[in-house]
């Protein structure tokens, strides 16, 4: 699957799903992309474009903001 077919999937069926379950059906779909072989890549390549479809890639991804901390500067932790 392509990043551009993630997100179309994703935007479309969206807006028929109640706010309060958004972030659970995403992170649910970025799982059943992942198991009909959706690679890392395009989940990468995929961000951008839906902000709860992010959290969901970056979840699954177990990507967190501490991630972009410089080790050099955070060797003596």
Known sequence: MEE????D???CFKE???KKHL???AEKY???CADHGTSD????ESLGNCGVLDDAINY?????????WDD???EDW
């Open 72 to 74: 050099e500067e955070n």
């Open 9 to 11: 999937i994703w935007l």
């Open 60 to 68: 699954y991804l177990d990507v967190d903001d501490d991630d972009d």
């Open 30 to 32: 970025i799982d059943l």
């Open 23 to 25: 972030e659970v059906v």
């Open 41 to 44: 890549i395009t989940f990468r």
């Open 4 to 7: 551009s077919q993630v997100v």
């Open 16 to 18: 028929s799903i109640d």
